[in-house]
Protein backbone atom coordinates (compact mmCIF):
# COMPACT_ATOMS: atom_id res chain seq x y z
CA UNK A 1 0.00 0.00 0.00
CA UNK A 2 1.49 3.49 -0.84
CA UNK A 3 1.40 6.02 1.98
CA UNK A 4 -0.61 8.89 1.83
CA UNK A 5 1.28 12.39 1.43
CA UNK A 6 1.10 14.66 4.06
CA UNK A 7 -1.34 17.64 2.83
CA UNK A 8 1.01 20.85 2.89
CA UNK A 9 0.43 22.97 6.10
CA UNK A 10 -0.33 26.90 5.99
CA UNK A 11 2.87 28.01 6.06
CA UNK A 12 4.57 25.89 3.61
CA UNK A 13 2.89 27.87 0.66
CA UNK A 14 5.96 30.27 -0.27
CA UNK A 15 4.62 33.44 1.02
CA UNK A 16 5.56 35.57 4.00
CA UNK A 17 2.90 34.91 6.65
CA UNK A 18 1.67 38.30 8.75
CA UNK A 19 0.92 37.70 12.58
CA UNK A 20 0.34 39.22 16.12
CA UNK A 21 0.75 38.44 19.49
CA UNK A 22 -1.30 38.93 22.74
CA UNK A 23 0.62 39.42 25.95
CA UNK A 24 0.21 36.43 27.74
CA UNK A 25 2.35 35.65 30.99
CA UNK A 26 0.72 34.43 33.85
CA UNK A 27 2.33 34.03 36.87
CA UNK A 28 -0.33 33.73 39.26
CA UNK A 29 0.97 32.97 43.00
CA UNK A 30 1.70 35.72 45.19
CA UNK A 31 3.33 36.32 48.22
CA UNK A 32 4.21 39.57 50.53
CA UNK A 33 6.54 42.11 48.35
CA UNK A 34 5.41 40.21 44.98
CA UNK A 35 1.30 40.69 43.50
CA UNK A 36 0.07 38.42 41.07
CA UNK A 37 0.84 39.17 37.06
CA UNK A 38 -1.54 38.08 34.67
CA UNK A 39 -1.35 40.41 31.52
CA UNK A 40 -5.01 39.56 30.25
CA UNK A 41 -6.48 40.84 33.78
CA UNK A 42 -3.89 43.97 33.49
CA UNK A 43 -4.62 44.68 29.93
CA UNK A 44 -8.31 44.36 29.92
CA UNK A 45 -8.44 41.49 27.12
CA UNK A 46 -10.57 39.10 29.48
CA UNK A 47 -13.31 41.76 28.73
CA UNK A 48 -12.28 42.93 25.59
CA UNK A 49 -11.34 39.85 24.16
CA UNK A 50 -13.75 40.00 20.73
CA UNK A 51 -12.93 43.44 19.98
CA UNK A 52 -8.90 42.45 20.50
CA UNK A 53 -9.18 39.28 17.64
CA UNK A 54 -10.87 42.14 15.80
CA UNK A 55 -7.95 44.41 15.79
CA UNK A 56 -5.81 41.76 14.45
CA UNK A 57 -7.67 41.51 11.96
CA UNK A 58 -8.45 45.11 10.79
CA UNK A 59 -4.44 45.34 10.87
CA UNK A 60 -4.14 42.77 8.20
CA UNK A 61 -2.61 39.58 10.35
CA UNK A 62 -3.59 36.25 9.06
CA UNK A 63 -2.44 34.71 12.78
CA UNK A 64 -2.11 35.28 15.98
CA UNK A 65 -0.06 33.96 18.90
CA UNK A 66 -2.26 33.92 21.88
CA UNK A 67 -1.92 31.87 24.88
CA UNK A 68 -4.68 30.39 27.45
CA UNK A 69 -4.56 31.06 31.04
CA UNK A 70 -3.81 27.57 32.76
CA UNK A 71 -4.45 29.03 35.61
CA UNK A 72 -8.59 29.66 35.17
CA UNK A 73 -9.08 26.74 33.03
CA UNK A 74 -7.64 24.49 35.54
CA UNK A 75 -8.47 25.98 38.55
CA UNK A 76 -8.43 21.82 40.64
CA UNK A 77 -7.03 19.16 40.38
CA UNK A 78 -8.78 17.18 37.36
CA UNK A 79 -10.96 20.00 37.05
CA UNK A 80 -11.58 22.22 33.57
CA UNK A 81 -13.37 25.37 33.51
CA UNK A 82 -13.02 26.44 29.27
CA UNK A 83 -16.20 28.72 29.03
CA UNK A 84 -14.13 32.18 28.32
CA UNK A 85 -11.79 29.76 26.40
CA UNK A 86 -15.07 28.50 24.26
CA UNK A 87 -15.95 31.99 23.10
CA UNK A 88 -12.61 33.25 22.22
CA UNK A 89 -12.18 30.06 20.21
CA UNK A 90 -15.38 30.70 19.00
CA UNK A 91 -14.02 34.39 18.06
CA UNK A 92 -11.05 32.91 15.80
CA UNK A 93 -13.41 30.97 13.78
CA UNK A 94 -16.11 33.96 13.34
CA UNK A 95 -12.90 36.35 11.99
CA UNK A 96 -11.20 33.60 9.90
CA UNK A 97 -8.03 34.25 12.13
CA UNK A 98 -5.84 31.50 12.50
CA UNK A 99 -4.86 30.84 16.46
CA UNK A 100 -1.14 29.69 17.30
CA UNK A 101 -2.14 28.59 20.84
CA UNK A 102 1.11 29.23 23.81
CA UNK A 103 0.01 26.43 26.24
CA UNK A 104 2.52 27.50 28.58
CA UNK A 105 3.56 31.56 28.59
CA UNK A 106 4.84 31.37 32.31
CA UNK A 107 3.14 30.11 35.22
CA UNK A 108 1.32 27.04 36.50
CA UNK A 109 -2.26 26.63 38.58
CA UNK A 110 -2.30 27.94 41.94
CA UNK A 111 -3.09 23.92 42.90
CA UNK A 112 0.53 23.02 42.23
CA UNK A 113 2.72 22.72 44.79
CA UNK A 114 6.47 23.82 44.03
CA UNK A 115 5.13 24.73 40.90
CA UNK A 116 7.75 23.49 37.58
CA UNK A 117 9.60 21.86 41.12
CA UNK A 118 7.02 19.35 41.65
CA UNK A 119 7.45 15.64 40.40
CA UNK A 120 4.41 15.25 38.37
CA UNK A 121 4.57 18.96 36.91
CA UNK A 122 5.46 17.41 33.33
CA UNK A 123 2.27 14.82 33.67
CA UNK A 124 0.43 17.53 34.97
CA UNK A 125 0.86 20.00 31.44
CA UNK A 126 0.70 17.21 29.13
CA UNK A 127 -2.87 16.42 30.47
CA UNK A 128 -3.69 19.81 30.32
CA UNK A 129 -2.30 19.99 26.53
CA UNK A 130 -4.12 16.54 25.99
CA UNK A 131 -7.39 18.48 27.27
CA UNK A 132 -7.40 21.31 25.27
CA UNK A 133 -6.44 19.27 21.91
CA UNK A 134 -9.39 16.94 22.48
CA UNK A 135 -11.87 20.25 23.09
CA UNK A 136 -10.47 22.09 20.53
CA UNK A 137 -8.60 19.77 17.71
CA UNK A 138 -11.06 20.25 15.49
CA UNK A 139 -10.32 24.04 14.55
CA UNK A 140 -7.43 24.10 16.56
CA UNK A 141 -4.04 22.52 15.06
CA UNK A 142 -0.88 24.85 15.83
CA UNK A 143 0.99 24.80 19.05
CA UNK A 144 3.52 26.11 21.35
CA UNK A 145 3.94 23.90 23.41
CA UNK A 146 6.45 26.11 26.16
CA UNK A 147 7.21 29.79 25.37
CA UNK A 148 10.18 31.08 25.84
CA UNK A 149 11.60 27.88 27.57
CA UNK A 150 15.32 29.15 28.40
CA UNK A 151 13.46 32.68 30.50
CA UNK A 152 11.18 29.79 31.93
CA UNK A 153 14.46 28.33 33.17
CA UNK A 154 16.31 31.32 34.12
CA UNK A 155 13.48 32.98 36.19
CA UNK A 156 12.19 30.47 37.92
CA UNK A 157 15.56 28.16 37.87
CA UNK A 158 18.76 30.56 38.02
CA UNK A 159 17.46 34.09 39.35
CA UNK A 160 15.31 32.49 41.98
CA UNK A 161 12.53 35.40 40.73
CA UNK A 162 9.40 33.60 40.12
CA UNK A 163 8.21 30.60 41.52
CA UNK A 164 9.76 28.09 42.80
CA UNK A 165 12.11 30.21 43.46
CA UNK A 166 14.98 27.93 42.78
CA UNK A 167 18.54 30.13 42.30
CA UNK A 168 22.08 28.65 41.14
CA UNK A 169 23.08 25.55 38.53
CA UNK A 170 20.79 23.12 40.74
CA UNK A 171 17.88 24.96 40.26
CA UNK A 172 18.51 25.85 36.33
CA UNK A 173 19.08 22.04 35.92
CA UNK A 174 15.80 20.96 37.98
CA UNK A 175 13.49 23.64 35.45
CA UNK A 176 15.27 22.25 32.40
CA UNK A 177 14.63 18.92 33.67
CA UNK A 178 11.21 20.01 34.04
CA UNK A 179 10.65 21.84 31.51
CA UNK A 180 11.87 19.90 28.73
CA UNK A 181 10.11 16.82 29.58
CA UNK A 182 6.56 18.58 30.59
CA UNK A 183 7.74 19.79 26.49
CA UNK A 184 8.17 16.56 24.81
CA UNK A 185 5.38 14.65 26.58
CA UNK A 186 2.96 17.91 25.68
CA UNK A 187 3.84 17.59 22.06
CA UNK A 188 3.39 13.92 21.52
CA UNK A 189 -0.31 14.34 24.01
CA UNK A 190 -1.28 16.44 21.05
CA UNK A 191 0.05 14.55 18.29
CA UNK A 192 -1.38 11.46 19.32
CA UNK A 193 -4.62 13.51 19.44
CA UNK A 194 -3.95 15.23 16.00
CA UNK A 195 -2.40 13.33 13.95
CA UNK A 196 -0.55 14.58 11.13
CA UNK A 197 -2.94 17.72 11.62
CA UNK A 198 -0.95 19.14 14.70
CA UNK A 199 1.78 21.85 13.71
CA UNK A 200 4.33 22.71 16.08
CA UNK A 201 6.14 25.80 16.08
CA UNK A 202 8.86 25.90 18.99
CA UNK A 203 9.68 29.33 20.68
CA UNK A 204 12.56 30.61 22.00
CA UNK A 205 13.88 34.17 22.93
CA UNK A 206 17.34 35.74 21.60
CA UNK A 207 19.89 35.95 23.47
CA UNK A 208 23.24 37.25 22.06
CA UNK A 209 26.39 38.89 23.52
CA UNK A 210 28.76 41.85 22.50
CA UNK A 211 31.65 43.84 23.68
CA UNK A 212 34.39 41.51 25.83
CA UNK A 213 33.08 38.28 25.02
CA UNK A 214 36.63 36.92 23.93
CA UNK A 215 39.08 38.27 27.08
CA UNK A 216 38.03 38.09 30.35
CA UNK A 217 34.56 37.26 30.11
CA UNK A 218 34.83 34.33 27.61
CA UNK A 219 33.96 31.28 29.70
CA UNK A 220 31.00 32.87 30.93
CA UNK A 221 29.90 34.03 27.46
CA UNK A 222 30.60 30.52 25.59
CA UNK A 223 28.16 28.71 28.17
CA UNK A 224 25.81 31.81 27.70
CA UNK A 225 25.96 30.81 24.03
CA UNK A 226 25.11 27.29 24.76
CA UNK A 227 22.59 27.73 27.57
CA UNK A 228 20.44 29.96 25.32
CA UNK A 229 19.45 26.46 23.66
CA UNK A 230 19.54 24.23 26.45
CA UNK A 231 16.04 22.97 26.77
CA UNK A 232 15.52 22.88 22.98
CA UNK A 233 18.47 20.72 22.91
CA UNK A 234 16.92 18.38 25.27
CA UNK A 235 13.26 18.25 23.82
CA UNK A 236 14.83 17.68 20.53
CA UNK A 237 17.69 15.06 21.59
CA UNK A 238 20.79 16.55 20.99
CA UNK A 239 22.11 16.37 24.22
CA UNK A 240 24.54 13.44 24.33
CA UNK A 241 28.54 13.37 25.73
CA UNK A 242 29.49 15.72 23.35
CA UNK A 243 26.88 18.61 24.29
CA UNK A 244 29.15 21.30 25.96
CA UNK A 245 26.92 21.64 29.50
CA UNK A 246 26.07 17.49 29.62
CA UNK A 247 29.11 18.01 32.61
CA UNK A 248 26.94 20.53 34.08
CA UNK A 249 23.62 18.69 34.08
CA UNK A 250 24.96 15.22 35.30
CA UNK A 251 27.17 17.34 37.92
CA UNK A 252 23.36 18.65 39.09
CA UNK A 253 21.80 15.21 38.86
CA UNK A 254 20.87 14.54 35.53
CA UNK A 255 21.52 11.16 35.20
CA UNK A 256 22.10 8.53 31.82
CA UNK A 257 18.82 6.99 32.17
CA UNK A 258 16.71 10.58 31.86
CA UNK A 259 19.59 11.85 28.80
CA UNK A 260 18.71 8.47 27.55
CA UNK A 261 15.14 9.32 27.39
CA UNK A 262 14.94 12.37 26.11
CA UNK A 263 17.27 10.78 23.16
CA UNK A 264 14.88 8.53 22.92
CA UNK A 265 11.52 10.44 23.03
CA UNK A 266 12.84 13.64 20.80
CA UNK A 267 10.01 15.81 19.46
CA UNK A 268 11.15 18.26 16.33
CA UNK A 269 9.53 21.67 15.98
CA UNK A 270 8.05 22.05 12.17
CA UNK A 271 8.95 25.44 12.48
CA UNK A 272 11.40 27.01 14.73
CA UNK A 273 10.33 30.82 16.02
CA UNK A 274 13.20 33.37 17.50
CA UNK A 275 11.70 36.78 20.00
CA UNK A 276 14.19 39.26 19.16
CA UNK A 277 13.94 42.58 20.38
CA UNK A 278 16.81 44.73 18.91
CA UNK A 279 17.39 47.21 22.13
CA UNK A 280 17.51 44.27 24.76
CA UNK A 281 18.18 40.60 22.60
CA UNK A 282 22.09 41.32 22.99
CA UNK A 283 23.97 41.63 26.20
CA UNK A 284 26.98 43.51 26.68
CA UNK A 285 29.97 42.31 28.21
CA UNK A 286 32.06 45.16 29.80
CA UNK A 287 36.15 44.91 30.36
CA UNK A 288 36.71 44.27 34.36
CA UNK A 289 32.69 44.63 35.17
CA UNK A 290 31.07 41.68 36.11
CA UNK A 291 26.94 41.16 36.09
CA UNK A 292 25.48 38.39 37.19
CA UNK A 293 22.50 38.59 34.57
CA UNK A 294 18.85 38.95 35.26
CA UNK A 295 16.61 41.25 36.37
CA UNK A 296 18.30 41.37 39.91
CA UNK A 297 22.05 42.18 38.37
CA UNK A 298 21.20 43.09 34.53
CA UNK A 299 23.97 43.26 31.73
CA UNK A 300 24.09 46.09 29.50
CA UNK A 301 21.98 45.88 26.48
CA UNK A 302 22.91 47.47 22.70
CA UNK A 303 20.56 48.10 19.76
CA UNK A 304 21.72 44.99 17.15
CA UNK A 305 18.97 46.48 14.99
CA UNK A 306 19.34 44.45 11.37
CA UNK A 307 22.45 42.83 11.83
CA UNK A 308 21.09 41.11 14.80
CA UNK A 309 17.80 39.73 13.31
CA UNK A 310 19.43 38.48 10.56
CA UNK A 311 22.24 36.25 12.99
CA UNK A 312 19.47 35.16 14.93
CA UNK A 313 17.17 34.14 12.26
CA UNK A 314 19.98 32.48 9.98
CA UNK A 315 21.63 30.66 12.74
CA UNK A 316 18.06 29.03 14.03
CA UNK A 317 17.48 28.00 10.25
CA UNK A 318 20.90 26.31 10.11
CA UNK A 319 20.60 24.29 13.71
CA UNK A 320 17.37 23.44 13.21
CA UNK A 321 16.78 22.63 9.88
CA UNK A 322 13.80 23.45 9.18
CA UNK A 323 11.51 27.04 8.68
CA UNK A 324 11.94 29.46 10.73
CA UNK A 325 9.93 32.75 11.98
CA UNK A 326 10.18 36.09 13.16
CA UNK A 327 7.33 35.06 16.71
CA UNK A 328 8.44 38.22 18.54
CA UNK A 329 9.63 41.67 17.63
CA UNK A 330 8.93 45.04 18.66
CA UNK A 331 10.57 48.46 20.28
CA UNK A 332 9.56 50.39 23.25
CA UNK A 333 9.20 53.46 22.15
CA UNK A 334 7.13 56.66 19.97
CA UNK A 335 4.95 55.46 17.32
CA UNK A 336 7.77 56.79 14.78
CA UNK A 337 10.21 54.66 16.05
CA UNK A 338 8.02 51.76 16.19
CA UNK A 339 7.20 52.55 12.57
CA UNK A 340 11.08 52.85 11.72
CA UNK A 341 11.54 48.92 13.09
CA UNK A 342 8.38 47.75 11.14
CA UNK A 343 9.93 48.94 8.07
CA UNK A 344 13.62 47.63 8.43
CA UNK A 345 12.48 44.26 10.01
CA UNK A 346 10.14 43.48 8.04
CA UNK A 347 12.71 44.66 5.01
CA UNK A 348 15.59 42.43 5.95
CA UNK A 349 13.52 39.11 6.31
CA UNK A 350 12.20 39.53 2.68
CA UNK A 351 16.03 40.06 1.85
CA UNK A 352 16.50 36.68 3.50
CA UNK A 353 13.75 35.38 1.81
CA UNK A 354 15.18 36.50 -1.62
CA UNK A 355 18.39 35.10 -0.74
CA UNK A 356 16.74 31.67 -0.28
CA UNK A 357 15.97 31.41 3.40
CA UNK A 358 13.32 29.62 4.63
CA UNK A 359 11.59 32.53 6.36
CA UNK A 360 7.51 31.90 6.71
CA UNK A 361 6.42 34.56 9.23
CA UNK A 362 6.94 37.42 10.86
CA UNK A 363 4.95 38.34 13.96
CA UNK A 364 4.83 42.06 15.67
CA UNK A 365 4.63 41.77 19.95
CA UNK A 366 1.99 42.97 20.57
CA UNK A 367 -1.09 43.71 19.15
CA UNK A 368 -1.61 46.66 21.78
CA UNK A 369 0.45 47.87 24.70
CA UNK A 370 1.59 45.87 27.63
CA UNK A 371 3.07 45.93 31.57
CA UNK A 372 6.29 45.61 32.28
CA UNK A 373 7.28 42.20 34.65
CA UNK A 374 8.18 44.29 37.03
CA UNK A 375 4.78 45.30 38.17
CA UNK A 376 4.55 41.94 40.04
CA UNK A 377 7.42 43.34 42.54
CA UNK A 378 5.76 47.06 42.51
CA UNK A 379 3.29 49.04 44.17
CA UNK A 380 2.07 51.20 42.12
CA UNK A 381 -1.05 51.44 39.94
CA UNK A 382 -0.57 49.48 36.45
CA UNK A 383 -0.14 52.72 34.32
CA UNK A 384 3.44 53.40 36.14
CA UNK A 385 4.23 50.23 34.39
CA UNK A 386 2.61 50.54 30.55
CA UNK A 387 5.10 49.69 27.93
CA UNK A 388 4.38 51.17 24.64
CA UNK A 389 5.12 48.35 22.17
CA UNK A 390 1.59 47.80 20.29
CA UNK A 391 0.01 48.53 16.88
CA UNK A 392 -2.75 50.15 19.14
CA UNK A 393 -1.94 51.96 22.35
CA UNK A 394 -3.71 51.45 25.78
CA UNK A 395 -5.66 54.32 27.20
CA UNK A 396 -7.24 54.69 30.49
CA UNK A 397 -10.82 55.11 29.99
CA UNK A 398 -11.19 56.72 33.72
CA UNK A 399 -13.41 53.75 35.24
CA UNK A 400 -10.89 50.99 35.68
CA UNK A 401 -11.20 49.83 31.91
CA UNK A 402 -8.43 50.63 29.13
CA UNK A 403 -9.33 51.98 25.32
CA UNK A 404 -7.06 50.77 22.25
CA UNK A 405 -6.22 53.76 20.24
CA UNK A 406 -4.78 53.19 16.97
CA UNK A 407 -1.51 54.58 16.06
CA UNK A 408 0.38 55.04 12.86
CA UNK A 409 2.22 51.53 13.58
CA UNK A 410 -1.19 50.08 12.82
CA UNK A 411 -0.94 51.39 9.36
CA UNK A 412 2.10 50.51 8.73
CA UNK A 413 1.93 46.79 9.68
CA UNK A 414 -1.35 46.50 7.86
CA UNK A 415 0.29 47.82 4.67
CA UNK A 416 3.32 45.64 4.54
CA UNK A 417 1.25 42.76 6.06
CA UNK A 418 -1.50 42.91 2.43
CA UNK A 419 1.19 43.34 -0.08
CA UNK A 420 0.44 40.38 -1.77
CA UNK A 421 3.14 40.87 -4.59
CA UNK A 422 6.05 41.74 -1.82
CA UNK A 423 5.19 38.86 0.24
CA UNK A 424 4.39 36.14 -2.24
CA UNK A 425 6.89 33.21 -2.96
CA UNK A 426 10.37 34.22 -3.94
CA UNK A 427 10.46 31.65 -6.28
Known amino acids: MTARARAPRWYEDGALHFGLGIEDTFVPQARPGERAIDEYELTDHYRRFREDLGLAVDAGATFLRWGVPWYRVSPAPGRWDWSWVDRVVDRFGELG???????????????????????????????????FAERYGDTVTDYTPVNEPMIHALFSGAYGY??????????????????????????????????????????????????????????????????AHLVEDLVTGRVDDAHPLV?????????????????????????????????????????????????????????????????????????????????????????ADR??????????IRRLRADGHRVVGYTWWPVFDMYEWTYRHGTGPRE???????????VEDGSGGLDRRRTPVADTYRQLATDREANASPA
Do not use: C
Open 384 to 394: DYLLTMGLWDL
Open 247 to 335: GLLRAEGLDDPTLAWFAEQAVRPDVMGMNYYPRISTEVFEDGVHHGGGFADPRPTQDAGVAGLVEVLTDAERRHGVPVMLTETSVTAPA
Open 339 to 348: VAWLHDSVEA
Open 162 to 227: WPPYLSGDQGLTTMVRALAEGFVRTQQGIGDVLGDRATFLHVDASMRYAGDVAGEHRAQVERLRHQ
Open 97 to 131: LRPVIDLLHYGTPLWLDDQFAHPDYPKVVAEYAVA
